[in-house]
């Protein structure tokens, strides 16, 4: 078996990665939608943090209540037990992807997580 997985992702309104890339350590998601279109639910999480990142468009989330405006290239993270919504702008669709992992199972990142291979 390979040491790495590959795909190309279309424009789909949603592609979930896991089972496609084989991910062990988090979900990783792509969104698209369109101008005035959301997301049909409010969604929290038991385990899971949410990170955003904003690739194009615009829209925002509405955040236990709170709306926060997004634009392309913004990033944004959300704790397991925050109730949310996404939401396209009325003239502009919105593309992220959201990453979710384990809250607080970050134990090493970086260098401190890699080593010089021979």
């Not at 037990?81 to 970086?110: M, P």
């Given at each position: 078996m390979s040491n790495f997985s590959k795909i190309h992702v279309g424009e789909d309104a949603r592609t979930e990665l896991h089972d496609q890339l084989s991910l062990t350590g988090a979900e990783i998601s792509i969104n698209n939608l369109p101008a005035g279109a959301s997301v049909p639910f409010v969604h929290l999480h038991k385990k899971n943090e949410e990170i955003y990142a904003i690739l194009s468009g615009k829209g925002k989330a509405v955040i236990d209540g709170e709306t926060v405006e997004l634009n392309a290239g913004d990033w944004l993270r959300i704790a397991?037990?925050?109730?949310?919504?996404?939401?396209?702008?009325?003239?502009?669709?919105?593309?992220?992807?959201?990453?979710?992992?384990?809250?607080?199972?970050?134990?090493?990142?970086?260098a401190n997580d890699a080593e010089i291979a021979q």
């Open positions: 397991p037990a925050a109730k949310r919504q996404f939401f396209a702008a009325a003239d502009s669709g919105i593309s992220y992807i959201c990453i979710q992992v384990k809250e607080n199972s970050l134990e090493e990142y970086t």
